[in-house]
């Protein structure tokens, strides 16, 4: 039986020291950094450069800011690599999410824009409803967008899941984590 970790997302000023004194504590309560790490849930995929993996390990994954133009904003994670996601880049790197964020799909925010099921949604509306959808989750309380769920022509098969909020509690990755736990049990 799989444990979840609890770290409570109430920190949603981003006091990183707050956070990471949770998940020392935590780490604590785990025999090995592996046992910690599965504990987390989901396993996800960051998609980069090979050039960005060090810094990313080092630091964790920088939120995108959205930029004119861009469908981009935020941190895009995958369950899997695909050719599709291979223009993102050459390196993958294993994150996991907080299992405390509250995540909506991207039909319910399309949904809440009113888009009826995403049959309004076009290639050529595709950035315009994707901005809005991303602003209407963020003034609803998210943190992340699930696209996986998504059934139209535009969505179908994307295996996408969106961070929208640049808290550091919503994301570490298995580097981060295992630097957690190892300072956490330092005899």
């Known amino acids: 039986m799989q444990k979840t970790i609890k770290i409570e997302m109430s920190e949603r000023d981003g006091n990183a020291f707050a956070i990471l004194g949770r998940f020392q504590n935590e780490a604590k309560k785990y025999k090995s950094a592996e046992e910690f790490i599965e504990a987390q849930g989901e396993k996800l995929i960051h998609i980069t450069e090979s050039k960005n993996v060090k810094s990313i390990n080092k630091s964790g994954i920088r939120y995108a800011q ?80 699930d696209m996986r769920d998504a059934k139209s022509s535009v969505y179908a098969g994307m295996d996408e899941v969106r961070i929208i909020n640049p808290n550091p509690s919503i994301l570490k990755t298995k580097s981060q984590l295992t630097d957690i736990w190892n300072k956490a049990n330092k005899e």
């Open 66 to 145: 959205p930029k004119e133009g861009s469908i981009s904003e935020g941190i895009s994670l995958t369950g899997k690599k695909t050719g599709t996601n291979k223009i993102f880049g050459d390196a993958d790197i294993d994150v996991y999410l907080n299992p405390n964020i509250k995540s909506v799909t991207m039909t319910e925010a399309l949904d809440g824009l009113g888009f009826q099921k995403e049959r309004i949604v076009s290639t050529t509306g595709l950035k315009d409803a994707e901005r809005k959808a991303i602003q209407w989750a963020k003034d609803n309380g998210y943190d992340v967008i």
